[in-house]
């Protein structure tokens, strides 16, 4: 679909909790008060699939990662490889700060339990989050997700959970399992942190258990804009019709923007696209003319994309360096390649959202805290100020009481 510039704030990315929000509450009270027998019950309503344990024991995860061929096994010790040799160089100082006599240590220290929702089958969201909590330093890592028709989980992502030394490893219905997270069950002890992507009904169940525990955020479908210009050869042109199709083929509400000031460039998108329709489901491409690379960055930041891709040898740089409102950026580079290997995390944030969050890093397992040792007297006083200001007459009088010591 042709977009004019003045048009592109009008897409409608964001999900409406709110529709689901009721279908869900039942399960979610349905865990909180019966637990395990919850969790099996509505797998098993669902999902159609039986279950007896919600938790896959150590001896079930090494039977199932012997499993999995040599190729595939190196494939995924490599991925874990290098998302880790990425976030560890991503990994915060600890920093001192000194004024006045006044010593402040920052420390950041990492959320001891944290809960990672992995969508069934997704093998590259469980290596990307489990190894940026184990980065971080996090003390237990508890996966949950959603079971295959045999009640486990696949034999790769048993093999990443035996890698990484995931030692809580969860099978059920999504939506329970994020309660469960949430409450905790007879087994499953209950997180500080949850994170990971789902669809509509594994937000909603995030933003209904956020009251009581943190979560990394409320995500929408897929999102991607990607700039290209005539500077790309024929080649690698092809190649960004694909990048583009891949990220549409995430399901029908994902959604691709292509920017460019070529119509030629722009029509083979359009052209490509209604090919692959005709082949396979997938979300919504979009495309928009620009005028100049002022222009593009200026919508890049009006829509806030989870994903930027810039295909220009001409004017790359400036673009990627001065957009502001993007989770991550490809530049001359797939945003497959970050979906997958690169290094940092492919969780992002969406619907816009990337105008307050970009990239998750191990921060984002962690906690910041400083200590203050020792107060400047000088400073006091005008704490007495501010205090009395606000009729808080016992601070004031807890400052003033150092005021002479």
């Known amino acids: 679909m042709r977009l004019s510039s003045s048009e592109v704030t009008q897409i409608r990315r964001r999900i409406e909790i709110g ?21 099996i019950e509505y797998t098993e309503k669902i ?29 995924i010790e490599k991925t874990i490889l290098r998302v880790t040799e990425f976030n560890k160089k991503a990994l915060p100082k600890n920093e001192i700060i000194i004024l006045d006599g006044t010593i402040f240590k920052i420390r950041n220290i990492p959320i001891e339990r944290v809960g990672i929702y992995v969508p069934r089958g997704y093998v590259s969201t469980m290596i990307m989050l489990c190894t940026i909590a184990r980065v971080a330093g996090c003390r237990d890592i508890v996966v949950f997700t959603p079971p295959l028709d045999n009640g486990l989980i696949s034999p790769e992502m048993a ?8 030692r809580e490893v969860y099978v059920g219905n999504g939506v329970a399992g994020i309660a469960a997270m949430a ?9 500080y942190k949850i994170f990971g992507p789902g669809n509509i009904y594994i937000q909603a169940a995030k933003y209904l258990v956020s009251s009581i525990v ?6 929408g479908p897929t999102e991607l804009v990607l700039y290209i210009d005539e500077s790309v050869p024929e080649t690698e042109l092809k190649c960004a019709v694909l990048d583009a199709m891949a990220e549409l083929e995430h ?47 200026k919508i890049i930041d009006e829509v806030a994309p989870e994903h930027l891709e810039v295909l220009s040898y001409r004017d790359g740089h400036k673009i990627a360096e001065k957009v502001r409102n993007v989770g991550i950026v490809s530049l001359n580079a ?8 690169a290094g940092p995390c492919h969780v992002l944030p969406t619907s816009g959202f990337a105008r ?39 601070h004031k009088e807890s400052l003033r009481c150092r005021e002479h010591e």
């Open 19 to 39: 529709e689901v929000t009721e279908k869900i509450a039942e399960i979610i009270r349905e865990v909180k008060n019966r637990g395990d027998e919850a969790i």
């Open 47 to 75: 999902d159609k699939v039986k279950i007896r344990d919600v938790k896959i024991s150590r001896e079930t995860i090494d039977e199932l990662s012997e499993k999995v061929r040599d190729n595939t096994r190196e494939s």
């Open 159 to 166: 093999l990443a959970a035996r890698i990484l030394k995931i």
């Open 183 to 191: 409450y905790g069950t007879d087994s499953v002890r209950r997180v």
């Open 214 to 219: 943190d979560i990394d955020g409320i995500e």
């Open 251 to 297: 399901g029908t509400h994902s959604i691709c923007m292509v920017l460019s000031s070529s119509e030629r460039i722009l029509e083979i998108f359009e052209r490509e696209y209604e090919r692959y329709r005709a082949q396979r489901s997938l979300g919504l491409l979009y495309t928009v003319k620009v005028d100049n690379v002022d222009n593009a960055i």
């Open 334 to 341: 797939p945003c497959t390649y970050l979906d997958y290997v």
């Open 356 to 394: 307050s969050r970009g990239t998750m890093t191990p921060l984002d397992f962690m906690k910041r805290i400083v200590i203050c040792e020792g107060y400047d007297r000088e400073i006091l006083k005008h704490g007495e100020t501010i205090a009395e200001l606000e009729g808080m007459y016992l």
